[in-house]
């Protein structure tokens, strides 16, 4: 019998968190001068730290490790919430970007919160 070994693009919380990125990154790339240079080089940061943490974490080999990094994406997670609600209240995202974006959000703290308990338990280093 082959063992299977997981993937990163196997996992759930990575695979949301990395395509919101690109879609955020597609969406403020569009924005004019000063919202796009301030507020979405933020909103991006935001975004594209919450799947570089999980990649991170998931290439650590110590459990306290990889849910350190986790931690840390679930920080840029609330962080990328509050970058959303500023770029509808400032009128830079439509209706249906900020809603993409929000739903997306949304379900990330459930998969981050699995990922870290999966590793709690399958992991004794």
Known sequence: ?????????????????FNLSNY??????HWEGFAKWHLGGQFVDA???ISANIAEGFGRYHK??????Y????GSLKESFDWNEKSKI????????YNKIFGDLQKLPQEINYLINI???????
């Open 71 to 74: 931690r840390y994406s679930q």
């Open 90 to 97: 400032r009128k830079l995202l439509s209706e249906k970007q």
């Open 64 to 69: 306290k490790d990889k849910i350190k990094f």
């Open 47 to 49: 975004i594209d730290s």
């Open 1 to 17: 019998m082959e063992k299977k070994f997981l993937k990163l693009d196997d996992v759930k919380a990575y695979k949301i968190a």
């Open 119 to 125: 590793t709690n338990q399958k992991l004794s280093l």
């Open 24 to 29: 955020v990154w597609d969406v403020v790339i």
